[in-house]
């Protein structure tokens, strides 16, 4: 099952996902022709994203590599980076599996009113994988590994339900469409919690800068463009480059900002016939239903002008925290392409204002690179366990390092407690996370409900 499972995964996310829309597509009426290309859209929406990720992390990795050498800064926790972490995850006991026990739940919950979103996310399941991998190679069981990712999917579809009318609002033309990443729902707590306190601090509450506001007041400056080539040519200085190579990173790093939000229209594009046959079939089927979400991936709203300027401007600051925080271990360098995904969930929250945003990330990252120190030990050894098994280069740890660690997804709220009451608190922490989790389903269903018969009242 492993290596049937790890076939597929190696496929990635621009040849799984237009089987899947193809697929799904037939499944609810599509033609094959229209949901071929509505498959095929989304697949070349994660070429290109994943073109341009790249080009961010080639172009910044050795640029930040030699501020680091310049300044003889040291961190012990490697950057294994989010691809990594995912192929150490999807290749484990727990990962071989993680697909058809996650689909099977997601299946219960619908049936029992706990959920309702269906997460057609594959990609992203690795998440899960991740969760259960680093609690199986802690434990020695694979029992508590299943028990600690299908804890984590379950919060995770309860997250995707609670915020899916704030994201359509916010977003716009995503109707149906919910977000169920726990990397990105991992943040939401965050955000709530901060986003309140910045509304009752007098000052503070008045600062409300959005990314239009942006471009008006500023004009070019505000420009998420003219912010990324700003942003570039700045580590380009401190790197010590020549003037050509300054402005080469410069231009990059505008060509980041600037071809995301156009990349993120592809899978909009082929989003839609999916998304609209799927209202009209539950239109249909489930007439006394409130209306079920599609669970996808977030990679559908990261060109948002305030998610673009928000992580320009954090990759330079969490750099330089992460040289100065007391006790921390981890310096991102290939995790920086993962930014991005920290805010889908939480701009409907802030209502896309920059500031508060920001202050979210910061904080956010901050916690977040303290926890991917905590989790590094069972995260290197999963990685070694995968490299003896597969020899796969990419979770290689280089020599002079402690171990290994990845933004996303060990420096997640998820992640850290779920492993935490697997693992370290015996017994008591897994009852803690059972009943809690349990509590939290009822609680959704019991929305659910009520939403379902808000919409039968009015027909």
């Known amino acids: 099952m492993e290596s049937i499972f790890s076939y597929i995964v190696g496929l990635g996310a621009p040849v799984m996902m237009p089987i899947i829309f193809t697929i799904l597509g037939l ?12 498959g095929l859209y989304v697949g070349v929406g994660f070429v290109g994203l994943s073109v341009i990720t790249a080009l961010l992390t080639d172009s910044m990795g050795p640029a930040l590599k030699a501020v680091v050498e310049s300044f003889g800064l040291e ?32 299946l219960l919950m619908i049936f029992t009113k706990t959920t309702k979103t269906v997460n057609i996310d594959l990609w992203n399941y690795w998440h899960f994988a991740f969760i259960g991998a680093i609690v199986y190679f802690a434990t020695n ?11 984590c999917y379950i919060i995770t579809l309860v997250v995707a339900d609670l915020t899916a009318k704030k994201f359509q609002k916010f977003y716009k033309d995503l109707d149906g469409i919910s977000i169920p990443q726990p990397f990105c729902a991992s943040f939401v ?5 901060l986003n309140k306190v910045m509304d009752k601090i007098p000052g503070i509450n008045k600062i409300d800068i959005d990314a239009e506001g942006m471009k008006k007041k500023f004009g070019l400056f505000g420009e998420p463009l003219f912010l990324g080539v700003v942003v570039g040519i700045i580590i380009g200085v401190f790197a010590k480059y020549g003037l050509p190579k300054v402005l080469m990173l410069g231009v990059k790093m505008g060509a980041v900002m600037e071809l995301i939000p156009r990349i993120t229209g592809l899978f909009i594009e082929g989003l839609k016939p999916i998304s609209e046959a799927t209202k009209e079939l539950i239109a249909r089927k489930f007439k006394n239903s409130s209306g079920l979400n599609i669970g996808m991936s977030p990679a559908l709203v990261i060109g ?5 300027v928000v992580s320009i401007l954090l990759i330079p600051v969490i750099i330089v925290l992460s040289f100065v925080l007391p006790g921390n271990k981890f310096l991102p360098l290939a ?3 993962g930014m991005f995904y920290l805010f889908p969930l939480v701009l409907p929250i802030t209502k896309g204002n920059v500031f508060k945003t920001f202050i979210i990330g910061l904080v956010a990252l901050v916690v977040g690179v303290y926890f991917v120190t905590d989790l590094a030990i069972p995260f ?28 996303d997804f060990a420096s997640s709220l998820f992640c850290w407690v779920i492993y935490h009451l697997s693992v370290t608190i015996k017994y ?32």
């Not at 069981?141 to 804890?151: K, L, M, N, P, T």
């Open 27 to 38: 499944c609810i009426g599509i033609k094959f022709s229209k949901a071929l290309k509505s």
């Open 75 to 106: 961190l012990q926790v490697f950057d294994m980076g989010w691809p990594a972490a995912a192929s150490v995850a999807y290749n484990t006991t727990v990962g071989a599996f993680i697909i058809p026990v996650c689909l099977v739940v997601n």
């Open 141 to 151: 069981s694979v029992a508590y590994g299943f028990g600690a990712a299908i804890i």
């Open 189 to 193: 707590p965050f955000a709530v919690v």
């Open 304 to 308: 948002h002008p305030v998610t673009l």
């Open 335 to 337: 995790s920086l392409a």
């Open 380 to 407: 290197t050894q999963a990685a070694q366990d995968v490299f003896a098994k597969t020899q796969d280069t990419a979770v290689k740890i280089p020599g002079g390092f402690e171990g290994a660690g990845a933004i």
């Open 428 to 459: 008591v922490g897994p009852a803690i996370l059972i009943v809690g989790t349990l509590a939290f389903m009822l609680f959704n269903r019991r929305n659910i409900i009520k939403e379902d018969k808000e919409a039968a009242d009015n027909q």
